[in-house]
């Protein structure tokens, strides 16, 4: 019985660890395309106003 308590332990702290990672991937994702989107617009208005 220890042996399949520690495994679901251990099974059940890399379901959250994964977890973790992929919603660190989405919101760092979702970060960099607001940045991107930003850093493009400002490039825009300046292209603009410089003509």
Known sequence: MGFLTAFLYYACVFV????????GVFVGKKLRDAKDAKNIKEAESETTIEQ
């Not at 959250?16 to 919603?23: C, F, N, Q, Y």
């Open 16 to 23: 959250g660890l994964v977890g973790v990672a992929v919603a």
